[in-house]
C-alpha cells in the first residue's frame, strides 16, 4: 500500500503559475510510473502528465510546453509545475502511481486548482 499526498493547489491568475506537490510513503525510485490526472466538475478524469522509473516524460497535448513532471528521488515526491495556466485548467488534479506495470493504481486525495481573475 502507498499513501500519495498532494500539495500547492489553490487559487491563480490566467497566465499565472501553481506547483503541485505529490508525497509517496515508499520509496518512487523503482517505481513503474506516477503521474497527474485532473477532473474538471461534471469532466470524466483525464490523464495530465506520466514519469517512469527512467525519468521519461509523456503529456496530454493540451498542456505541452506548460507543464513539467519532475521527480526528486530522495525526496519520494513528484512535481507538476503548471505554468501559463488557463481557466481550462481549472480542476481537481490527483496524483498517482503504480508499482509495478502489472500493479492497481494508488491514488491521492487530490488537490484543486482554480485559474480565475
Known amino acids: 500500500q502507498v499513501q500519495l499526498v498532494e500539495s500547492g493547489g489553490g487559487l491563480v491568475q490566467p497566465g499565472g503559475s501553481l506547483r503541485l506537490s505529490c508525497a509517496a510513503s515508499?520509496?518512487?525510485?523503482?517505481?513503474?510510473?506516477m503521474g497527474w490526472y485532473r477532473q474538471a466538475p461534471g469532466k470524466q478524469r483525464e490523464l495530465v502528465a506520466t514519469?517512469?522509473?527512467?525519468?521519461?516524460?509523456n503529456y496530454v497535448n493540451s498542456v505541452k510546453d506548460r507543464f513539467t513532471i519532475s521527480r526528486d528521488v530522495a525526496k519520494n515526491t513528484v512535481y507538476l509545475q503548471m505554468n501559463s495556466l488557463k481557466p481550462e485548467d481549472t480542476a481537481v488534479y490527483y496524483c498517482?502511481?503504480?508499482?509495478?506495470?502489472?500493479?492497481?493504481?494508488?491514488w491521492g486525495q487530490g488537490t484543486q486548482v482554480t485559474v480565475s481573475s
Open positions: 498517482t502511481c503504480r508499482t509495478y506495470s502489472w500493479s492497481p493504481n494508488y
Open positions: 515508499a520509496s518512487i525510485s523503482s517505481m513503474y510510473v
Open positions: 514519469i517512469t522509473r527512467y525519468d521519461t516524460t
